[in-house]
């Protein structure tokens, strides 16, 4: 006895939106027998015989569509051994949490954008006083003279370059650890 939800390969391909050659294909390796003739006397088929076959599984996990690279997967497995679960790591999390914003309440912490920030007024304020150590050792020195002036403002800018380019590369590297994390904290 074939049920209303019989349907010939077409009319599976159109319900399906899939093309006429894959329902024959899915019909021939999956030996999926006829249920009987339509008017015209083609082969019609039960759908819920096919709807295995054409209907795309819907995956149980919430990251579908995406795979886990070796290095999380390497991750995931060292977490498990050092928690035994992911609840035990999720916890252990939370604790971690919960502690960091103590800290930050209690200001024991503080946050990347302020280091950022603290450490560039600092090195600029440094910069700024590098270059007022000549006009002091002139004040001082009655010897002193402009030459040594150019020699000792030469030295001071080398010093001062890489002062600074120490400290580009000190925010840098503190802005990519942090970066599209807003809300991180760093140890004081």
């Known amino acids: ?18 093309s006429p050659n894959t329902i024959k294909k899915v019909i021939e390796e999956n030996d999926i027998p006829p249920c009987g003739k ?17 209907v795309e599984q819907k995956k ?14 390497e991750e995931i497995q060292e977490l ?14 939370m604790a971690l949490g919960q502690q960091q914003k103590r800290e930050l309440e209690q200001r024991q912490l503080v946050k990347s954008h302020e280091i950022i920030t603290v450490w560039g007024s600092t090195f600029s ?3 700024k006083k590098v270059r007022q150590i000549t006009t002091e050792v002139e004040r001082i020195c009655d010897t002193w003279t402009p030459k040594h002036s150019e ?3 030469k030295k001071l800018d080398t010093i001062s370059t890489e002062i600074t380019r120490k400290a580009q590369e000190f925010a840098n590297e503190l802005h990519e650890h942090c970066s599209g994390d807003e809300g991180s904290s760093s140890g004081h």
Do not use: H, Q
């Not at 006895?1 to 899939?18: I, L, R, V």
């Open 38 to 54: 339509d008017k015209r006397g083609n082969d019609i088929f039960e759908c819920k015989d096919l709807a295995p076959y054409l």
């Open 60 to 73: 149980t996990s919430r990251r579908r569509n995406k795979t886990l690279s070796d290095s999380k997967v």
């Open 125 to 127: 304020t440094l910069k």
């Open 80 to 93: 498990l051994l050092a928690f035994g679960s992911m609840k035990e790591f999720k916890e252990y999390e």
């Open 151 to 153: 020699r000792l403002d």
């Open 1 to 18: 006895m074939t049920s209303k939800y019989a349907m010939n390969k077409t009319e599976a391909a159109n319900y399906w939106k899939k």
